[in-house]
């Protein structure tokens, strides 16, 4: 009963913790703009506290006896009752001109901050007091620790396959705070059943060292440095996957949890009493991951999303079981064990605070991902594949020759490409560029059995790439913040400049000074875009001088501006844009002209939309115009019931509504098509697939809009166009709140 009782405490603390996980972060992201970093920003917090819970655990077990240690966690458990359930404090809304990192942290110290400490301290607490009953296990507790994530599984994976497609937040919440009522019981019963336990029944532990003897000990510091790089690389590797796994698909809790749940299973694993995997053969095969992660990397191709996800959460999780496992084979004894997860904990810490508060500030792109690689490869363990003859030693003397001149060629390549402007590289067909790193992940494989030696040659591969800009072209401006990494190009051609948010283009402007008030890519006149223009400003109603009306109209996102040039000198223009860094490139006359040339006097409001446009005055605008997009995607919160009926609101009588829908991944027709028959709006879709080369080579390009109204009429001349079409929606297709969404059904895997 004692062991039963005990597993199943750790297996309920550890699946409410990562049950709360995703559902609060999930309740801040509407308020963020959808952003992939909300979600690693969480994670800081939640590894900060988890840190904090680990030290109170420590501390407690080392100062306090077994008696008092009960009582005071089950004091300290009952506190949390006064916060519950779960919720955004009253009041609490993200700053618009500058990092929302600190709001958020402080949020969630104020809302969840107190039961997930009391949580969190669980897993060592729990493990401590089993060690000092009288079960037959107690003398190495360390088992238990794989009942603790395998319940953080449950809550993760039960979070966005089961709560969040079934359950509304507000029930969500509740019924999470009867979880941690059962949690608190449970506890209680853990320790009434330690509480008795006679010292003459106890299993001896070790007595631990003298303070002074640890500190006079530089081996015990270097053990606990090498706890910590090897707790560090897999949580920062971790994020980076996320992050890269969410720049150009939807921020949604079924993404966050794939790469933390393999994180986490790989602690399920390598701490089990008999590990599944053979660490060997992980440490032996990890440098192909390795290899192909940092090509696909460098290289910047689009991989379908299912080979995509395959490649880096393979790689994450045979880097999390080669770091852990070493964790694994060199744990201390019992009566280290709390100081030991107190040390794991500080190196995940560690990784969440460089991906999601250093690298941002450091780093002018995602570059914590190829680095952290970098890293894994210089921990791997040394392992001979086979013993060394004469002929393979000389082989590896050729190859210590053969490593520094190679690596000093690509450094003298780099410098090329760079003197060159980038353009170097870029003229050289893709072919010749695939051949090349090609040859060099060739090379550098051979280099697997050295871990130095292989984290060098991946350095190689990386300053080699690095002269690679990519389909985009020249790079003349870099600037990262919380919301993403953009870029400012010259295209190959030299004849455009472009705005890349991720990996995704987000405007195009002609450097020839006759053509730079021509919008192109996605809003060129003979698009969709420029027939919503149209339509809107050749109703009657609107510019009359009788009336004296005329058009007011709102763009969702700034982009690089191109959308000002459709403004009229009689219409207004207001822009919402939550990004602070692409309001000054859209200023920069450097990068783009068309605020300055086209609509000098338009107004721009900072901040999430949703949160701005509420303080609009009703029937404010003739069109509304939602182009926000976080990297390839527009952010959910943007195209639920609720927002929808706030747009309504804020249009004029006969006004319309236009989505900008075009993506790699995602068919979001239906969605929206659900979305107006539910409000009893008139809706029309046009896809502008058929894009001659002569149009390419202007500029134009693809693209996919969704327009809505309160009738048909209002939508003017588009109802009888014959490009733009009633959208399909499948039977069953549920309409999206803020409390409910369903990305899985509108994937496109391929």
């Given at each position: 009963?004692?062991?039963?009782?005990?597993?199943?405490?750790?297996?309920?603390?550890?699946?409410?913790?990562?049950?709360?996980?995703?559902?609060?972060?999930?309740m801040v992201l509407?308020?963020?703009?959808?952003?992939?970093?909300?979600?690693?920003?969480?994670?800081v917090?939640?590894?900060?506290?988890?840190?904090?819970g680990?030290?109170?655990?420590?501390?407690?077990t080392?100062?306090?006896?077994?008696?008092?240690?009960?009582?005071v966690h089950?004091?300290?458990?009952?506190?949390?009752?006064?916060?519950?359930?779960?919720?955004?404090?009253?009041?609490?809304?993200p700053?618009?001109?500058?990092?929302?990192?600190?709001?958020?942290?402080?949020?969630?110290?104020?809302?969840?901050?107190?039961p997930?400490?009391?949580?969190?301290?669980?897993?060592?607490?729990?493990?401590r007091?089993?060690?000092?009953?009288?079960?037959?296990s107690?003398?190495?507790?360390?088992?238990?620790?794989?009942?603790?994530?395998?319940?953080?599984?449950?809550?993760?994976?039960?979070?966005?396959?089961?709560?969040?497609?079934?359950?509304?937040?507000?029930?969500?919440?509740?019924?999470?705070?009867?979880g941690?009522a059962?949690?608190?019981?449970?506890?209680?019963?853990?320790?009434?059943?330690?509480?008795?336990?006679?010292?003459?029944?106890?299993?001896?532990?070790?007595?631990?060292?003298?303070?002074?003897?640890?500190?006079?000990?530089?081996?015990?510091?270097?053990?606990?440095l090498?706890?910590?790089a090897?707790?560090?690389?897999?949580?920062?590797?971790?994020?980076?996957v996320?992050?890269?796994?969410?720049?150009?698909?939807?921020a949604?809790?079924?993404?966050?949890?794939?790469?933390?749940?393999?994180?986490?299973l790989?602690?399920?694993?390598?701490?089990?009493?008999?590990?599944?995997?053979?660490?060997v053969?992980?440490v032996r095969?990890?440098?192909?991951?390795?290899?192909?992660?940092m090509?696909?990397?460098?290289?910047k191709?689009?991989?379908p999303?299912?080979?995509?996800f395959?490649?880096?959460?393979?790689?994450?999780?045979?880097?999390?079981?080669?770091?852990?496992?070493?964790?694994?084979?060199?744990?201390?004894?019992?009566?280290?064990?709390?100081?030991?997860?107190?040390?794991?904990s500080v190196?995940g810490?560690l990784?969440?605070?460089?991906?999601?508060?250093?690298?941002?500030?450091?780093?002018?792109?995602?570059?914590?991902f190829?680095?952290?690689?970098?890293?894994?490869?210089?921990?791997?363990?040394?392992?001979?594949?086979?013993?060394?003859?004469?002929a393979?030693?000389?082989?590896?003397?050729?190859?210590?020759?053969?490593?520094p001149?190679?690596?000093?060629?690509?450094?003298?390549?780099?410098?090329?490409?760079?003197s060159?402007?980038?353009?170097?590289?870029?003229?050289?067909?893709?072919?010749?560029?695939?051949?090349?790193?090609?040859?060099l992940?060739?090379?550098?494989?051979?280099?697997?059995?050295?871990?130095?030696?292989?984290?060098a040659?991946?350095?190689?591969?990386?300053?080699?790439?690095?002269?690679?800009?990519?389909?985009?072209?020249?790079?003349?401006l870099?600037?990262?913040?919380?919301?993403?990494?953009?870029?400012?190009?010259?295209?190959?051609?030299?004849?455009?400049?472009?705005?890349?948010?991720?990996?995704?283009?987000?405007?195009s402007?002609?450097?020839?000074?006759?053509?730079?008030?021509?919008?192109?890519?996605?809003?060129?006149?003979?698009?969709?875009?420029?027939s919503?223009?149209?339509?809107m400003?050749?109703?009657?109603e609107?510019?009359?001088?009788?009336?004296?009306?005329?058009?007011?109209w709102?763009?969702?996102?700034?982009?690089?501006g191109?959308m000002?040039?459709?403004?009229?000198?009689?219409?207004?223009?207001?822009?919402?844009?939550?990004?602070?860094a692409?309001?000054?490139?859209?200023?920069?006359?450097?990068s783009?002209?068309?605020?300055?040339?086209?609509?000098?006097?338009a107004?721009?409001?900072?901040?999430?939309?949703?949160?701005?446009?509420?303080?609009a005055?009703?029937?404010?605008?003739?069109?509304?115009?939602?182009?926000a997009?976080?990297?390839?995607?527009?952010?959910?919160?943007?195209?639920?019931?609720?927002?929808?009926?706030?747009?309504?609101?804020?249009?004029?009588?006969?006004?319309?509504?236009?989505?900008?829908?075009?993506?790699?991944?995602?068919?979001?027709?239906?969605?929206?098509?659900a979305?107006?028959?539910?409000?009893?709006?008139?809706?029309?879709?046009?896809?502008?697939?058929?894009?001659?080369?002569?149009?390419?080579?202007?500029?134009?390009?693809?693209?996919?809009?969704?327009?809505?109204?309160?009738?048909?009429?209002?939508?003017?001349?588009?109802?009888?166009?014959?490009?733009?079409?009633?959208?399909?929606?499948?039977?069953?297709?549920?309409?999206?709140?803020?409390?409910?969404?369903?990305?899985?059904?509108?994937?496109?895997?391929?």
């Amino acid at each position: 009963m004692l062991l039963a009782v005990f597993t199943f405490c750790m297996f309920l603390s550890a699946t409410l913790l990562f049950l709360m996980e995703p559902m609060m972060a999930k309740m801040v992201l509407p308020l963020l703009g959808g952003t992939p970093a909300v979600w690693n920003t969480c994670l800081v917090f939640f590894q900060s506290v988890l840190l904090a819970g680990y030290l109170y655990a420590y501390t407690a077990t080392r100062w306090l006896g077994r008696r008092t240690q009960i009582a005071v966690h089950v004091g300290l458990a009952l506190i949390p009752f006064a916060v519950l359930p779960p919720h955004i404090p009253a009041g609490w809304e993200p700053p618009a001109q500058s990092s929302p990192v600190l709001w958020i942290l402080g949020m969630l110290s104020v809302a969840v901050g107190l039961p997930f400490f009391l949580l969190s301290s669980s897993t060592p607490m729990l493990q401590r007091w089993f060690a000092q009953s009288a079960h037959q296990s107690a003398g190495d507790p360390y088992f238990l620790y794989a009942a603790s994530n395998a319940g953080s599984l449950v809550g993760l994976f039960g979070y966005p396959l089961l709560l969040e497609p079934t359950l509304r937040v507000s029930v969500q919440t509740h019924l999470w705070s009867y979880g941690y009522a059962l949690f608190v019981g449970v506890t209680v019963g853990c320790g009434a059943l330690v509480w008795r336990a006679q010292p003459n029944k106890m299993v001896a532990v070790e007595a631990p060292r003298e303070p002074a003897a640890d500190s006079a000990n530089g081996a015990a510091w270097r053990e606990r440095l090498r706890w910590i790089a090897l707790a560090f690389v897999p949580s920062s590797l971790m994020m980076g996957v996320t992050t890269a796994l969410t720049t150009n698909i939807p921020a949604i809790p079924l993404f966050w949890v794939l790469p933390l749940a393999l994180y986490l299973l790989s602690f399920v694993l390598v701490f089990a009493r008999r590990p599944p995997l053979s660490h060997v053969w992980l440490v032996r095969r990890l440098p192909l991951l390795m290899l192909f992660s940092m090509l696909v990397y460098v290289s910047k191709i689009h991989l379908p999303l299912l080979i995509l996800f395959s490649l880096y959460l393979v790689t994450l999780f045979a880097v999390a079981m080669v770091c852990h496992g070493e964790l694994a084979q060199g744990r201390p004894p019992v009566n280290r064990l709390t100081e030991f997860y107190l040390w794991i904990s500080v190196g995940g810490v560690l990784g969440g605070i460089f991906n999601s508060l250093v690298a941002p500030l450091v780093f002018s792109s995602v570059l914590e991902f190829p680095l952290v690689l970098i890293c894994a490869a210089l921990l791997r363990p040394s392992i001979d594949l086979k013993p060394e003859t004469p002929a393979s030693a000389a082989k590896l003397r050729r190859g210590d020759f053969l490593f520094p001149l190679a690596f000093g060629l690509c450094a003298v390549a780099l410098t090329l490409g760079v003197s060159n402007g980038g353009y170097l590289l870029n003229r050289v067909s893709g072919r010749v560029i695939a051949l090349a790193l090609g040859a060099l992940v060739v090379w550098c494989l051979s280099f697997g059995r050295r871990p130095v030696r292989f984290a060098a040659g991946l350095a190689a591969l990386l300053v080699a790439g690095s002269m690679y800009t990519g389909a985009y072209g020249r790079n003349l401006l870099t600037e990262r913040n919380f919301f993403g990494v953009l870029h400012v190009t010259n295209s190959p051609n030299g004849r455009f400049r472009y705005l890349i948010h991720g990996g995704t283009l987000h405007g195009s402007q002609s450097l020839d000074s006759g053509q730079s008030r021509e919008p192109l890519s996605y809003y060129s006149r003979s698009g969709p875009a420029g027939s919503i223009l149209d339509a809107m400003q050749a109703k009657p109603e609107l510019g009359s001088s009788s009336n004296g009306h005329h058009a007011r109209w709102a763009v969702v996102g700034l982009g690089a501006g191109a959308m000002a040039c459709y403004l009229q000198p009689s219409e207004s223009l207001t822009f919402y844009e939550i990004d602070p860094a692409v309001e000054r490139i859209a200023l920069d006359p450097k990068s783009f002209t068309f605020l300055k040339q086209c609509a000098p006097m338009a107004q721009i409001v900072l901040g999430d939309a949703r949160l701005r446009l509420r303080d609009a005055a009703d029937g404010s605008y003739d069109l509304i115009v939602l182009d926000a997009f976080s990297g390839d995607m527009i952010p959910m919160h943007l195209m639920t019931k609720e927002a929808l009926a706030l747009y309504v609101r804020k249009l004029a009588p006969g006004g319309m509504l236009a989505f900008h829908t075009s993506n790699l991944y995602l068919r979001l027709g239906p969605t929206l098509g659900a979305l107006a028959n539910d409000a009893g709006l008139a809706c029309l879709m046009a896809n502008h697939t058929q894009v001659s080369q002569a149009e390419i080579d202007e500029g134009k390009g693809a693209s996919q809009w969704v327009v809505m109204a309160r009738s048909r009429a209002d939508l003017g001349a588009l109802g009888t166009d014959a490009q733009w079409r009633a959208i399909e929606t499948p039977p069953g297709t549920q309409v999206w709140t803020d409390d409910y969404s369903n990305l899985l059904r509108i994937i496109n895997w391929k």
